[in-house]
């Protein structure tokens, strides 16, 4: 193990389900999730056009994304759905909830001329040959949710932008081969930090974010023999380094003796990750 930073990659395309966090942070997230050349974006929350240029960074034309995913309406996860969604006539899929929160955040002409569709939290649904199930998670805004994505062989957790991983999290998120989970902060970094004290409290709440430790905990309770890949997203600027979110975890992993087997990453603000493929692919779905 050791800590790798991430950077762009270009494999082939690949025919297993695949995660490529496009950005990750307070400033904006955009994660292309995929099998087989087609996929998803799980929620745009930088300019389309910056987004656009990452996908290509990293291999990925937008002819590949067959829809974009919500997981809640703040800015940080949506400032680009609206213009991907026209531009790319893709459908946007989020709760209703969600909906009619985003009219509100997007300026401009907001979700107009858009394709949007609505889910709901537990009832799982197809789109660019995935299966997402999306999951209530604990976060101050609307109706957010995690998913737990699959290509119908290997399965991604996914979950940032949560307070604490309630049970019901937990148990989407069991079993899979790949996990992208919240990793927002230190907590001695944030007490101790800037941040105005109702801010720190916001984000230490059941509805706030994720911290480092947590993050940890989280790994520890999920880890099974066939977890191939952990990247930890959505780390604070301010209150937070890569070094100390991959330091927590690597913690866990080395006193369960999973150091060696599991893969573990942290995705970055400014600049797109590799591409992270599971080794479980449709053609093979049983070892
Ligand atoms: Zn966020
Ligand atoms: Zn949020």
Known sequence: MGYHPPFPSHPPRSPALEICALASGSKGNAVYVGSDGRGVLVDVGLAAGEVE?????????PDRVAAVVVTHEHRDHVRGVGAWGRRYRVPVYMTEPCRCR?????????LRNVDVRPFEPGV?????????RPVDSCHDAAEPVGFRISDGAAALGFATDLGFASHPVREALRGVDLLYLESNHD?????????????????????????????????????????????????????????????????????????????????????????????????????
């Not at 985003?102 to 907001?110: I, R």
């Not at 799982?124 to 995935?130: D, R, Y």
């Not at 994720?210 to 191939?228: F, K, M």
């Open 53 to 61: 240029r990452r996908l290509g960074a990293v291999g990925l034309g």
């Open 124 to 132: 799982p649904f197809e789109v660019g040959g995935l299966e997402l």
């Open 187 to 287: 907590v001695d970094r944030l007490w101790n930090g800037p941040y105005p004290w109702p801010l720190k409290q916001r984000i230490r709440s059941r509805h706030g974010h994720l911290s480092n430790d947590a993050c940890a905990e989280l790994v520890a309770d999920l880890l099974h023999p066939h977890l191939e890949t952990v990247i930890l997203g959505h780390l604070s600027e301010t209150n937070n380094e890569p070094r100390l979110a991959f330091e927590a975890t690597a913690r866990v992993l080395r006193h369960a003796g999973a150091a060696g087997d599991v893969t573990l990453l942290v995705a970055r603000q400014d600049r797109p990750g590799r591409r992270v493929a599971s080794r479980r692919t449709p053609r093979e779905p049983v070892r």
């Open 102 to 110: 985003v009219e509100t955040v997007l300026a401009g002409p907001g």
